[in-house]
């Protein structure tokens, strides 16, 4: 009996230990990765003579170039969301060219060898740390190590050499370490403490089905989705009062009215990351690594929990943007909408004047909305004001696309 009861409590121990390595490795998340290319080296030239016939003299040269070694290429996989098909240390190597042969047959070049990764992903090389590329669409292509040429067969040129050319060596393929990180690529990103309903709105207003559920770090990866505004502002007409005077303050109205530039806003992405918590800048909670993710967003809407006493929203309002600011003074700059999030409750709604003077007194800009992701309250306005303050914020930078350097290409061609 004490044997079994052993035996199940290491049994226990075991599986607790390995559910926590599992939670380890998905915290890792795979956005980032190493990989090894090694491209082609081009095919030897060849050495061959013309048979003369009763002759023991060789005749003329006539070995052909070697081929062209395989390139290796990164492609843009829509499909893909992470990077976890390179888990570990790959090594990808394409073929050699294919050596000449005689008559001045030049060998086959060989083919590229292609590497899928997701968009967003940013290309650097491990020793220089450059750039060498960005995936923004399905279909990009990159070339990251050149194929070497061929070597010089002892032909030369075809025909015009009577005696034995040297045979020229071939090139080794280009080989080189990359560092591949995958930033997501979102317009709007959703920020806030674990548990603030962020995943919720997602859902709510996207055809995205990230987790959901009561407790912190529900999300432990990024989550994108594609909103389409009209859609939405047509579906959730009803809006939550935040009137100047406060006197209907948190009474929900409908607007039977869908903006008639709601059409022409088109549809944006969203970008669900997992929650912040403070010291999220200096690597605690899952925050850290995914704060790079939002750098590329250009609004942010910062979810508020306010079910939770207003004291501890105000503190945890703070608490995010100083983590914003220690991470990167840039993303402190990125505009918020405020989104004061669950008021479909009573003792919530009634919070409500307390809450909006507190936050009004730290956010100058004014951007604040109540809204309930899980009844849909406030959403369609909430979308409809993103997407305005998205098109303005684009409007006054037309440089942002530029200033993220280096692109990968669309048309690689094989000939570079
Ligand atoms: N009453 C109420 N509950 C909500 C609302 N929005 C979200 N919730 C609940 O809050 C809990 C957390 O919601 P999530 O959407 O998972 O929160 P999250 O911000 O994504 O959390 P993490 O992924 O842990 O960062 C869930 O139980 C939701 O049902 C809301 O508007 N009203
Ligand atoms: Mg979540």
Redesign the pocket.
């Known amino acids: 009996m004490w044997l079994l009861c052993a035996l199940l409590v290491s049994a226990l121990r075991m599986q607790s230990n390995k559910d926590e390595q599992t939670r380890e490795q998905q915290l890792k998340f795979f956005d980032e990765a190493f990989v090894r290319v090694k491209a082609g080296a081009g095919g030897r030239g060849g050495v061959h003579f013309d048979r003369v016939k009763a002759s023991s003299q060789r005749g003329r040269p006539n070995g052909g170039d070697g081929g062209r070694g395989g390139d290796v290429l990164l492609f843009c996989n829509a499909k893909l969301s992470s990077l976890s098909n390179l888990r570990g240390f790959r090594l990808v190597v394409a073929d050699n060219g294919k050596d000449g042969d005689r008559s001045f047959r030049r060998g086959a070049d060989a083919q590229p060898t292609t590497l899928d990764v997701p968009p967003g992903t940013v290309v650097r090389c491990n020793a220089t740390k450059t750039v060498l590329g960005e995936f923004r669409e399905h279909g990009e292509r990159l070339l990251v190590a050149k194929g070497g040429a061929g070597g010089g067969g002892n032909g030369g040129a075809k025909g015009r050499k009577t005696k034995a050319e040297k045979p020229q060596p071939q090139e080794p393929g280009q080989k080189r370490v990359l560092f591949l990180e995958l930033q997501v690529v979102a317009d709007v990103g959703l920020i806030?403490f674990?548990?603030?309903?962020?995943?919720?709105l997602l859902s709510r207003v996207t055809a995205a089905r990230p987790k959901?559920?009561?407790y912190?770090?529900?999300?432990l990866t990024p989550n994108l989705g594609v909103c389409d505004i009209s859609n939405v502002l047509t579906r959730d007409r009803f809006r939550i009062n935040l009137d100047e005077s406060l006197a209907d303050l948190g009474t929900i109205t409908e607007s039977a009215i869908v903006p008639a530039d709601a059409q022409d806003l088109g549809s944006i992405v969203l970008a669900?990351i997992?929650?912040l918590v403070d010291g999220a800048a200096d690597g605690r909670g899952l925050g850290h690594p995914f704060l790079r993710h939002i750098r590329r967003c250009r609004v942010l809407l910062h979810?508020l929990d306010c079910?939770e006493e207003p004291e501890e929203v105000e503190r945890r309002y703070i608490a995010i943007c100083k983590e914003l600011l220690s991470f990167d003074t840039r993303l402190a700059d990125v505009p918020q909408v405020i989104v004061l999030?669950?008021m479909?409750?009573d003792v919530v709604v009634s919070r409500l004047p307390d809450l909006v003077e507190r936050i009004k007194r730290l956010a100058p800009h004014g951007r604040i909305l109540p809204i309930?992701?899980?009844?849909g309250h406030g959403v369609g306005e909430l979308v409809y004001r993103s997407a305005r303050l998205l098109q303005k914020v684009r409007a006054m930078d037309p440089t942002y696309d530029a200033e993220r350097g280096f692109q990968a290409s669309a048309n690689y061609d094989g000939s570079s």
Do not use: E, H, Q, W
């Open positions: 806030g674990p548990n603030a309903g962020k995943s919720t959901i559920a009561n912190p770090f529900t999300t669900d997992p929650g979810l079910s999030n669950k479909d409750s309930s992701a899980a009844a």
